[in-house]
């Protein structure tokens, strides 16, 4: 049985994240708006950012199967495998998942679902 959700990171490094985005995306209005005529250099710049932000909300995908928890990144190569074995998940808050006992430490994700539901399917699966 294999569970999928979406998932952003922690609270702060997503705010972090989303406020590069709107500077990039102020960067590029204020180089259109001080451009004569159409600047390309700022639809170029508004494009790359939209389709970095469009990749990294569809990319960021969690899903549960085998007896491992694997949490894809914008990079295949930047792929976390978490072994439900010794992992401990408690949720804090309505969306929030902390994920401790892993390799890389204790981990906080957001989710989009119900925090509490995801973590009773990855209760299940791990075999509590």
Same mark, same amino acid.
């Given at each position: 049985?294999?569970?999928?959700?979406?998932?952003?990171?922690?609270?702060?490094?997503?705010?972090?994240?989303?406020?590069?985005?709107?500077?990039?995306?102020?960067?590029?209005?204020?180089?259109?708006?001080?451009?004569?005529?159409?600047?390309?250099?700022?639809?170029? !710049?508004?494009? +790359? $950012? &939209?389709?970095?932000?469009?990749? /990294?909300?569809?990319?960021?995908?969690?899903?549960?199967?085998?007896? @491992?928890?694997?949490?894809?990144?914008?990079?295949?190569?930047?792929?976390?495998?978490?072994?439900?074995?010794? !992992?401990?998940? +408690? $949720? &804090?808050?309505?969306?929030?998942? /902390?994920?401790?006992?892993?390799?890389?430490?204790?981990?906080?994700? @957001?989710?989009?679902?119900?925090?509490?539901?995801?973590?009773?399917?990855?209760?299940?699966?791990?075999?509590?």
């Amino acid at each position: 049985m294999v569970t999928k959700f979406f998932y952003q990171g922690s609270r702060t490094g997503t705010f972090i994240y989303q406020g590069l985005l709107i500077s990039a995306l102020c960067l590029a209005i204020i180089l259109q708006m001080e451009g004569v005529g159409v600047s390309w250099l700022a639809i170029i !710049l508004a494009l +790359a $950012v &939209i389709a970095l932000a469009l990749c /990294q909300f569809i990319r960021y995908q969690a899903d549960v199967s085998d007896g @491992m928890l694997k949490l894809y990144k914008l990079l295949p190569s930047n792929t976390m495998e978490l072994p439900l074995a010794g !992992l401990k998940v +408690a $949720v &804090i808050g309505r969306h929030t998942l /902390q994920l401790t006992g892993s390799p890389y430490g204790t981990i906080e994700i @957001m989710t989009w679902g119900h925090a509490d539901k995801i973590a009773d399917t990855i209760s299940i699966l791990e075999g509590k």
